[in-house]
């Protein structure tokens, strides 16, 4: 799995087990970690081009007010004028997001239980069609978190009632989720040439030749958290350094608060 999100998943393991409300709430810090995580990738394998799509939402997302705003970029990734300038081998997974999902499947699983949890907490929510593509997860998530830890209040009762539909939704997309599988690394180019490679999840065989001699003939990546697709491809916003223990997701740290005790940094 990839680091940041084990991270995160072990904290949820060590923490929830205090009382439901508490698991509740890790488990809304882990799904908006895959909020953050996966528009970061998917915006990072957006090709540049003429009008600019890739530093539009990236100039957005240094922007962004809340989690709603990281939903919405990733929708313009997937379906958005932005999608036609995806390296053409993410077409493949773009569509895992996009297409009507199997009665059964594990991305029908996904999106369902995750209403059932916010339809518990706020009636009045649109249902997702019967065949829901996965991309409308990340809408359903924003809407619950705004619901619950950003305007409202959960009550240990609804916590009790819905809480393992949440769990169920969130470690079906973490274990499942096809961006959070491909090869990621942090890159650190020694004064040799060669590149330290920290692993951060999945085959690792895209990262074997920096580390060797020949390594210093490539391009020069500046240090960073990178996805390989077609390509080591920087993921900007997400960060971290060569001891990987704590994980920021944002541009500016201005603007980030942290999780305590997961090494993961979430801007507010």
């Given amino acids: ?10 904290r949820v393991e060590a923490h929830g087990a205090d009382s439901d409300s508490t698991l509740f709430t890790e488990l809304l810090y882990a799904g908006e970690f895959i909020v953050k995580a996966t528009t970061s ?3 990072a394998l957006i090709q540049n081009d003429r009008e600019g799509q890739q530093y539009r939402l990236l100039h957005s997302l240094v922007r962004a007010d809340g989690i709603g705003d990281w939903a919405a970029a990733l929708d313009q990734a997937l379906s958005g004028p932005a999608s036609q300038h995806l390296v053409s081998s993410a077409q493949d997974m773009r569509r895992i997001f996009t297409e009507r999902s199997v009665a059964g ?20 929510a ?7 593509q996965l991309r409308s997860w990340f809408q359903l998530f924003a809407q619950l978190r705004n619901k619950t830890r950003g305007h409202g209040a959960l009550t240990p009762a609804a ?3 819905f809480v393992k539909f949440l769990q169920d939704s969130i470690l079906l997309m973490a274990e499942n989720n096809p961006v959070l599988n491909e090869p990621w690394a942090y890159l ?26 020949k390594g210093a003939l490539s391009d020069n ?15 900007e916003l997400l960060r971290t350094d060569l001891n990987i ?15 305590p005790g997961a090494g993961i940094w979430l801007q507010p």
């Fill in 1 to 10: 799995m990839f680091k940041p999100m084990q991270l995160i998943i072990n």
């Fill in 188 to 213: 650190h180019r020694n004064l040799s040439g060669k590149y330290r490679v920290v692993s951060l999840g999945g085959d690792q065989a895209p990262f074997i030749d920096l580390k060797k001699a």
């Fill in 105 to 124: 499947s594990w991305q029908w699983r996904c999106v369902k239980d995750l209403y059932s949890v916010l339809a518990g907490i706020d009636p009045e």
């Fill in 41 to 43: 990738a998917m915006v």
């Fill in 126 to 132: 649109t249902a997702p069609a019967d065949r829901p």
């Fill in 245 to 259: 223990s704590d994980f920021f997701a944002s541009s500016t740290r201005r603007m980030e608060s942290r999780l």
């Fill in 221 to 235: 990546f500046p240090p960073g958290i990178y996805i390989y697709f077609s390509g080591h491809r920087q993921v």
């Fill in 159 to 161: 916590a009790s009632r």
